[in-house]
């Protein structure tokens, strides 16, 4: 609708913290979600996997070598495999003793009208889990979004739990002209029952692109951005949530 587009065109953009305040603190730790609410955040993102166990844990990688210097695949190990790995010294000292934590702290951190921005990073198979992790936190439905790079995934939750929020991510590749087009995006969008598309914030996109996503009735959301300047444009585009690594940093910029 004409009038729902125009107003996500005007809205200040929501500032989502990437997998917590990562410029300061150890992404998708405990320590970096209480600092992006400190920073004043309107959202976190985290990153999540389930363990062999059935547990869901926040990490980004597949394994966790570069966040703990131990490598273990995150699906093939147990929970208690994982937590016993340090998570926090690889990026400064002063975080020694930070482990990888589950799903339900990391939601435990979301004050009263913070949103949560649940990215799925494996298949299908995690949303029976994370329903019943849901149901036993104390988030609102409006508190919850998900999103997932696999079609599957969104397609999966809008099904089951269609009253949560949930976006379909995608990067673009590298080549000229920009694909996935507008046209393709919206296809997929209708065909998995998404609410909006997430994209990496590409040089390359263009008023006529996001324009096309809000007339075809979806909400526009981009990722990562730490860049004022890149700030500023995904703004005048239309992005309903700016996703960054530096919330403080970025919403300063996007008020002055
Ligand atoms: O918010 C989406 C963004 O986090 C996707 O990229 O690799 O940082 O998970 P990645
Ligand atoms: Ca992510």
Not at 80 to 102: M, N, Q, R, V, Y
């Amino acid at each position: 609708c004409y009038f729902a587009s125009a107003l996500q065109l005007m809205a200040t953009p929501l500032i989502v913290a990437h997998r917590g305040a990562s410029h300061d603190a150890p992404e998708n730790t405990l320590p970096a979600f209480e600092l992006a609410w400190k920073q004043g955040a309107d959202a976190i993102e985290g990153d999540f996997h389930l363990t062999a166990d059935g547990k869901i844990v926040c990490i980004h990688d597949y394994d966790t070598a570069r966040t703990t210097g131990t490598k273990k695949i995150v699906k093939d190990s147990t929970y208690e495999d994982l937590t016993a790995l340090e998570a926090g010294s690889w990026f400064a000292e002063k975080w020694k003793g930070t482990h990888i934590p589950l799903f339900s702290e990391v939601a435990a951190t979301v004050p009263v009208g913070g949103k949560f921005y649940v990215e799925l990073k494996c298949g299908p198979e995690i949303v029976p889990v994370l329903i019943r992790e849901l149901a036993q936190s104390t988030l609102t439905d409006e508190q919850v979004v998900i999103i997932a790079f696999d079609p599957k995934v969104i397609q999966t939750v809008k099904k089951e739990v269609p009253q949560y929020k949930a976006y379909w991510l995608s990067s673009f590749d590298k080549s000229s002209p920009l694909k996935p087009s507008a046209d393709a995006v919206i296809k997929t969008l209708r065909s998995i029952g998404a609410d909006g598309f997430s994209s990496k914030a590409d040089p390359r996109l263009n008023q006529a692109f996001i324009q096309a996503i809000a007339d075809a009735g979806f909400e526009y959301h981009c990722w990562t951005i730490d860049r004022p300047e890149e700030a500023d444009r995904f703004e005048k585009l239309g992005a309903a949530s700016i996703t960054t690594n530096r919330p403080e940093f970025i919403r300063e910029r996007l008020t002055q």
